[in-house]
């Protein structure tokens, strides 16, 4: 399969955790990378692989996987996380390239 | 700092190629480790990604776009193109190229150029 399923909206309170999720079959072959993508803005990388964070994003950011989900937690939400998120992985031959359809979060 | 800028015409007539390039600066895209992107974004949609290319020429395209897109590389220039065919106005997107890692297990996107729209209209 080469299809990544996003919940289309989360909300979560200020200070709060939320945990967004991404599933797909490719999921049990390959870990998932995260994009942050605010109005009229680029994509940016939040994580990739296992659970790793590029230079200048938070620690407030995590991820994890199991079986055909990953996920992308966000411990203690400010205001500034306010975006969309993609999830997004290699499809199972591993030569192509899913995205899912992202998930608005919503920060109350 | 590695850096991704696309360029290209903004409008372009159904029926016409699009085409796009981006320009990599502080680095080399020669890089062994990296492939290269495009991905495009139709206004109040999710991302789609249309196909990838490394430093040698090989290409892996979205099966869904292939039949039209052709991407290139130029070494000498450390640029790489994109070519999309046959246009209608369901190619109006934001047209975004990035750098793609892809190792055992995992791949990602990043950085990523600040994206160009480009409008299919005549």
């Known amino acids: 399969s080469s299809e990544l399923t996003q919940d289309p909206a989360v909300s979560v309170a200020l200070g709060q955790t939320v945990r967004i999720t991404c599933q797909g079959d490719?999921?049990?072959?390959?870990?998932a990378s995260w994009y942050q993508q605010k109005p009229g803005q680029a994509p940016v990388l939040v994580i990739y692989?296992?659970?790793n964070r590029p230079s200048g994003i938070p620690d407030r950011f995590s991820g994890s996987s199991s079986g055909n989900t990953a996920s992308l937690t966000i411990t203690g939400a400010q205001a500034e996380d306010e975006a969309d998120y993609y999830c997004n992985s290699r499809d199972s031959s591993g030569n192509l390239v899913v995205f899912g359809g992202g998930t608005k979060l919503t920060v109350l | 700092q590695l850096q991704l800028q696309e360029s290209g015409p903004g409008l372009v007539k159904p029926s016409e190629t699009l085409s796009l390039t981006c320009t990599v600066s502080g680095g080399s895209i020669s890089s062994s480790s990296y492939y290269w992107g495009w991905i495009r974004q139709p206004p109040g949609k999710g991302l789609e990604w249309i196909g990838s290319?490394?430093?040698?020429?090989?290409?892996y395209y979205n099966p869904s776009l292939k039949s039209r897109v052709t991407i290139s590389v130029d070494t000498s220039k450390n640029q790489f193109s994109l070519k999309l065919s046959s246009v209608t106005a369901a190619d109006t997107a934001v047209y975004y190229c990035a750098r793609w890692a892809a190792v055992a297990g995992t791949s990602w996107f990043d950085p990523w150029g600040q994206g160009t729209l480009v409008t299919v209209s005549s």
């Open positions: 692989g296992k659970n």
């Open positions: 290319i490394y430093y040698s020429g090989s290409t």
């Open positions: 490719s999921l049990r072959s390959y870990y």
